[in-house]
């Protein structure tokens, strides 16, 4: 049975993607951080493997829930870290993402159990995986790098990869998930009798 990875993500403005792999190749090259070039910028707001047989219904259960979901403005500040292996552009409005996170969580747990992962506080990564000595040297250098931009916030997407832990398949894009800012449907259950 083929088992996939899922990832949902929000990204950045195309000049925010050029601002942070602009930082992601700086990393890679100055320090050596293998995995900072690697990714395109954006900000996951869940992930999961999966053998694919519920697409369908995570899909329609995913859009249902982001068409209620208003668009709004991300705004960046500054950069962050997870230490001691982790560099990020920091997300000054978290709260967004931390209420898309819930709803996800909420909508779609009858159907992902416990295999989801909604990660958080909300973060555009520049280099993961670091060692000790290539994280010490980058934040000593990044630390209070200037970091400021916004962007307006329309949707999310769902990538989807094939399972494999020889190495990593490209994303395939799966769905596109708009933001409508529409009233929750409620629906009713038949009971069948």
């Keep these: 049975m083929n088992i996939f990875e899922y990832l949902l993500i929000i990204s950045p ?51 249902r829930f982001a068409k ?30 931390s209420e898309i996170s819930k709803g996800l969580k909420n909508s779609t747990n009858y159907l992902l159990k416990n295999d989801a992962k909604f990660p958080s506080p909300a973060h ?31 949707g999310m997407v769902l990538l989807k990869r094939p399972f494999s832990k020889d190495g990593y398949k490209k994303y395939d894009v799966v769905a596109e998930f708009p933001f409508e800012g529409k009233k929750p449907r409620v629906e009713q259950l038949e009971l069948g009798f």
């Design 124 to 154: 555009l990564t520049i280099a993961r995986d670091m060692k000790p000595e290539q994280f010490e040297q980058a934040w000593s250098e990044y630390g209070n790098e200037e970091f400021e931009a916004f962007c307006k916030v329309e």
């Design 13 to 63: 403005s195309e000049e925010i993607k050029l601002m942070v792999m602009n930082l992601k190749r700086i990393f890679a090259n100055r320090y050596g951080c293998e995995k900072a070039a690697g990714l395109i910028p954006h900000i996951t707001m869940s992930n999961w493997l999966h053998n694919g047989d519920r697409e369908t219904q995570i899909i329609s259960t995913i859009d």
């Design 68 to 97: 209620t979901v208003h668009p709004f403005l991300a705004q960046f500040d500054g950069l962050g870290k997870f230490d001691p292996k982790t560099i990020f552009v920091n997300v000054f409005n978290r709260e967004y993402f």
